[in-house]
């Protein structure tokens, strides 16, 4: 059975910083893409984050670009997000995913594993 699990969520203050962990069991990440995405009350799913396999190219969404940065640690099966400048806006729950292959995805169609989410609420 494939588990993502994602954790590090909690309540931080504006300017502060979180570290989200994704970790995966029942699958090995070895050729799959992954991706943080995130989603806060009455909206929809959207893109924060993705890194290829093993890890060269990287891409965000322009909202938390120099503010967030994705890695993977392949020989934990694992997945990161620094978030460091907290904002408001940042406010969501945080999902990790993994595609079916290696490079660079962006739509939730393109996922085929998905963790529960992790709660990230930043007050001003």
């Known amino acids: 059975q494939v588990q993502l699990v994602e954790s590090g969520g909690g309540l931080v203050q504006a300017g502060d910083s979180l570290r989200l962990s994704c970790t995966a069991s029942?699958?090995?990440?070895?050729?799959?893409?992954m991706g943080w995405f995130r989603q806060a009350p009455g909206e929809e799913r959207t893109f924060v984050a993705a890194?290829?396999?093993?890890?060269?190219?990287?891409n965000y969404t322009d909202s938390v670009k120099g503010r967030f940065t994705i890695s993977r640690d392949n020989a934990k099966n694992s997945m990161y997000l620094q978030m460091n400048s907290l904002k408001p806006e940042d406010t969501a729950v945080y999902y990790c995913?993994?595609?079916?292959?290696?490079?660079?995805?962006?739509?939730?169609?393109?996922?085929?594993?998905w963790g529960q989410g992790t709660q990230v609420t930043v007050s001003s």
């Open positions: 890194i290829d396999w093993p890890g060269g190219s990287t």
């Open positions: 995913a993994a595609a079916p292959d290696y490079d660079l995805k962006y739509r939730t169609s393109e996922f085929q594993h």
């Open positions: 029942g699958v090995d990440l070895i050729f799959h893409g």
